[in-house]
């Protein structure tokens, strides 16, 4: 087992690698031989782990990641301040795996990693060969193996500055011990509440059609707005068209018996609903949570 001295010493250490990031990235992007020489990333593949100075951190000695590439072929998902980032997945399968365990080790040791984008001398993000580079500090917020990708956030205060779903496990509203105020200090990411839902059914799959996956979304049972948390069992995997219609109050779930009932004056068929019930599903969402937005159908 890891001490945590040891621990600490790494984060001191990517501690002083952001310092020295900072100092040049203030006045202008960094060049790649100042990447390289800061220790942010220096590596072919899309994740570098710097094993000379992690491999002693991990059971196995295959290292915690250092720095993550989104260049060139690297097509990741940024939001606002959250993103996703693929498994890598080539004809190397022993070294994606260890690649893999790397960032998990990460999320779970709560190391920050750095993020590399390239960018033009001007400092703006580009797609493909940009003359200079971007870092961002990142730190990982939830593991996705069903969507093979890590959430990351680029937010200052870190993993810490959200509430994320594991923090609200088993309720469909915001954690009873965690006062009010609290909670609003904490930042909300619908990527991890995505991820904590595909976890949840198992697949990534509109539960009312076939649309393809790169159209599936996560909708809260009970809203965000009426203090509806981000745990796994108030959400649904469904399409972007279904879930704007589920946010409309076009249909809603019968909790009894997990029917799909239409608003008055329409039917499932002009909705394009393909599944008429849910009952397919291996774990139901949470009953409490279809029975608030029932109560509010009815």
């Not at 990641?65 to 004809?91: A, H, L, M, N, W």
């Not at 990527?191 to 976890?199: E, G, L, T």
């Amino acid at each position: 087992m890891t001490s945590p001295e040891a621990i600490q010493a790494e984060l001191q250490r990517r501690s002083a690698i952001w310092d020295a990031v900072q100092s040049i990235q203030k006045e202008r992007p960094l060049t790649a031989d100042e990447v390289r020489e800061i220790g942010c990333y220096n590596g072919a593949r899309g994740i570098w782990r710097g094993k000379a100075s992690t491999a002693h951190l991990t059971p196995l000695g295959s290292g915690i990641c250092v720095g993550i590439s989104s260049r060139g072929k690297y097509k990741d998902v940024f939001e606002e301040e959250t993103g996703t980032y693929d498994y890598p997945s080539t004809q190397a399968k022993t070294y994606d795996q260890g690649d893999i365990e790397s960032m998990r080790a990460a999320l779970e040791l709560g190391l920050p990693v750095f993020l590399i984008r390239d960018t033009n001398l001007k400092g703006e993000v580009v797609e493909g060969k940009g003359s200079r580079r971007r870092v961002d500090r990142v730190e990982f917020l939830e593991d996705n193996p069903i969507s093979r990708n890590l959430v990351f956030t680029f937010s200052l205060g870190g993993r810490g500055a959200y509430l994320l779903p594991q923090e609200q496990e088993g309720s469909c509203f915001l954690a009873r011990e965690t006062s009010k105020k609290e909670v609003q200090t904490k930042k909300r990411s619908q990527a991890a509440f995505r991820a904590a839902v595909i976890s949840r059914y198992g697949e990534k799959r509109c539960c009312l059609c076939d649309a393809p996956p790169d159209v599936i979304e996560a909708a809260h049972i009970v809203p965000v707005s009426d203090d509806g948390s981000d745990w796994g069992g108030n959400g649904l995997l469904l399409c972007r068209n279904h879930h704007a219609l589920y946010d409309l109050w076009r249909w809603c779930l019968d909790p009894e018996h997990m029917e799909v009932v239409p608003a008055e004056g329409r039917d499932l068929t002009a909705l394009q609903v393909q599944r008429s019930n849910i009952r397919h599903l291996t774990t139901p969402p949470d009953k409490q949570a279809l029975e608030w937005r029932w109560s509010r159908w009815a």
